[in-house]
């Protein structure tokens, strides 16, 4: 089956610091991918669609110049948290859509917790 | 505006009966409605997909079905049990995209 693989799992870093999360398609090609956020016992909120080679598609109400995104392949998407601050601290996951399948099922990463201390 | 509300927040049920789990959405017209699990501290997985002209849809314990004029979804767990306990979240396509949206999610808890 499809994997998708999100590094780290967990993240500790000061405030003001960067912080990149990594999500990779380890066995298909995602020319999309989806970057959310997770709030204790609250559902995913959908912050930006990544798109391969090309600018990403940001929510209402992201930031893009605080939560920035790279597609460079077909098989990577990172998530930079830039000048982390504590309300940061979430738990962001990525999800990968087959080339082609907008109506296939989402494959998840498992996740990076992030704390800003 | 577009909202998904899932029926309860938590929901515990007895080991052997049927979990029913509602999603109601509205100011969407959805093609395609999928469910996921979530376990605590982990990502989402997917259990069914359902196209907007699928009544049902069946998959082992599973069911789901999808009534796009009650603008609802219903899932059924059959023969429920303690593994089956966790997050269920409905999600919605949106605009003939790849973008869903998802619902608040129901923690599911089976009681042995």
């Known amino acids: 089956g499809a994997v998708v693989s999100q590094h780290p799992s967990r993240v500790i870093c000061k405030s003001g610091t960067s912080v990149k999360i990594e999500c990779r398609s380890l066995?298909?090609?995602?020319?999309?991918m989806f970057w959310y956020r997770q709030f204790p016992k609250k559902s995913l909120m959908l912050m930006a669609t990544s798109n391969e080679g090309s600018k990403a598609t940001y929510e209402q109400g992201v930031e893009k110049d605080k939560f920035l995104i790279n597609h460079a392949s077909l098989t990577l998407s990172t998530l930079t948290v830039t000048s982390a601050h504590p309300e940061d601290s979430s738990f962001y996951i990525c999800?990968?859509?087959?080339?082609?399948?907008?109506?296939?099922?989402?494959?998840f990463g498992n996740g990076t917790r992030l704390t800003v201390t | 505006s577009q909202k998904i509300e899932q029926n309860s927040e938590a929901l515990n049920i007895q080991e052997g009966k049927t979990a029913t789990l509602t999603c109601n959405y509205t100011?969407?017209?959805?093609?395609?409605l999928q469910w996921y699990r979530q376990d605590p501290g982990r990502g989402p997985v997917f259990l069914l997909l359902?196209?907007?002209?699928?009544k049902e849809k069946r998959k082992e314990r599973l069911k789901v079905t999808f009534d796009t004029t009650l603008k609802q979804s219903l899932f059924h767990i059959t023969a429920s049990q303690p593994a089956d306990s966790a997050t269920y979240l409905c999600a919605l396509e949106t605009s003939g995209t790849y973008k869903y949206i998802f619902g608040t999610g129901t923690r599911l808890k089976v009681l042995a």
């Open positions: 359902i196209r907007e002209n699928e």
């Open positions: 999800s990968a859509a087959p080339e082609g399948a907008y109506n296939s099922p989402l494959h």
């Open positions: 066995d298909f090609q995602a020319t999309t």
């Open positions: 100011n969407y017209s959805p093609a395609y």
